[in-house]
């Protein structure tokens, strides 16, 4: 073992797949959720169960590792910054709470020159007069979505009006983009001008949830730069520490945005363990421990399929798959509908 002792929050697939990075690394992970299943205790040393806002379990938890970093962005920015006191959170939980709020987010990356979708804020009953220009758009919580928790399409203001807005929340409307094509960036930062960054992925979605990741994207070369530079702008003027992902929409008339920021490792990076010599996972590992950076090599052209509730089950009865696929059983204790399951990488 190093002697390096990594706290991860979130016991997720995400927080499993660190984990066994980490441990090929030979770092000792402790990983902290709130779900007594958490899949993630079946790949850590430790694991601890408690709610982010429990003072108690947390300092339980912060006396036991050296670092800490998360696997989602949902986490109290009070609970990342009383960390962070005692031990450093990677990447910084500034980053996260700018992050996890939708408005500060788009005005972030408008306010470095890279275009989003037009999207306006709404707060009160009076601001969704006069908002013909966002239409057709769709209606998102500022926080806490996820896999298109939280979203409403509107097509008209009569729309709009009939929803009964909880306005308690604060939204943002999104003008629909006509969209021709989504791909994602994965990149991990280590410092000052120094990253990793793995070629742009395309992406599919079924209702909102990420159905089938590929490289390469079917993109022409100036998508394929303006993807990556923005990509670096933004986790350069970020300082981040780790593996970043952005999201972008292409539309019809080939022009870029950048969808949404996720502050971690990402579902479409998870055919980067089997296409590339070093993942998204043991780079997000390697820079927050202050590890080696090691060039990335591409090994093949992938393409990953979540596998999403039943459809688990045919796969955990096969029990030879072709020699170019893997096959991941993210081990959640109950199939649901519209839930991540596992996933299936084909090398290509
Ligand atoms: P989440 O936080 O749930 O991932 P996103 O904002 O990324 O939310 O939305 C999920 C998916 O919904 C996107 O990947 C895209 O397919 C679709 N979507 C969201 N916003 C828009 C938009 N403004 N125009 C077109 N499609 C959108
Ligand atoms: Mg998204």
């Known amino acids: 073992m190093s002697d390096i002792t990594l706290g991860i929050i979130g016991g997720g697939q995400l927080g499993s797949m660190m984990a066994i990075a980490a441990k090929k690394l030979n770092i000792t992970t402790i990983i902290f959720c709130d779900d007594v299943d958490a899949p993630a205790q079946n790949f850590c040393n430790n694991f601890i169960c408690g709610n982010y806002d429990d003072k108690e379990k947390i300092a339980e938890f912060v006396k036991l590792v050296d670092i800490v ?47 989003t979708t037009r999207y ?14 966002f239409l057709p758009g ?27 807005i909880d306005f308690s929340k604060g939204y943002i409307l999104e003008k629909l983009v006509k969209l021709k094509k989504e791909i994602s960036i994965i990149i ?99 820079a927050v421990c202050g590890l080696e950076q090691i060039p990335l090599k591409k090994i093949s052209n992938a393409k990953m399929i979540n596998l999403i509730g039943d459809e688990i089950s045919k796969y955990r009865k096969i029990s030879k798959l072709n020699d170019n696929e893997f096959f991941f059983d993210y081990l959640k204790k109950e199939i649901k509908d519209k839930r991540k399951m596992g996933h299936l990488t084909t090398l290509i």
């Not at 609970?79 to 031990?87: G, M, R, S, V, Y």
């Not at 306006?120 to 601001?127: A, G, Q, R």
């Not at 409403?152 to 729309?159: A, C, F, L, M, V």
């Open 69 to 115: 970093t998360f696997e989602f962005e949902n986490i109290p920015y009070e609970t990342l910054n009383e960390i962070n006191k005692l031990k450093p959170v990677l990447p910084k939980p500034a980053v996260n709470r700018l992050i996890q709020h939708r408005l500060a987010e788009k005005d972030f990356i408008n306010k470095l020159n890279i275009r």
């Open 120 to 133: 306006v804020s709404i707060e009160k009953k009076s601001d969704l007069d006069s908002l013909e220009d």
């Open 138 to 164: 769709i209606l998102k919580t500022t926080t806490l979505g996820y896999d298109g928790k939280g979203q409403h399409p509107i097509h008209s203001i009569d729309e709009l009006n009939s929803l009964n």
């Open 188 to 286: 991990t930062r280590f410092e000052n001008q120094k990253y990793e960054i793995y070629e742009p992925i395309e992406n599919t979605h079924q209702d909102q949830i990420l159905r089938n990741s590929k490289i390469p994207a079917d993109i022409d070369n100036k998508i394929f730069e303006q993807s990556k530079d923005w990509a670096m702008t933004i986790s350069e003027e970020l300082k981040y520490v780790g593996t970043l992902c952005v999201e972008f929409f292409i539309d019809r008339n080939d022009n870029l945005y950048v969808n949404e920021i996720a502050p971690r490792v990402h579902n479409s990076g998870h055919l980067t363990i089997n296409a590339y010599n070093i993942s998204q996972f043991e780079n997000h590992v390697r």
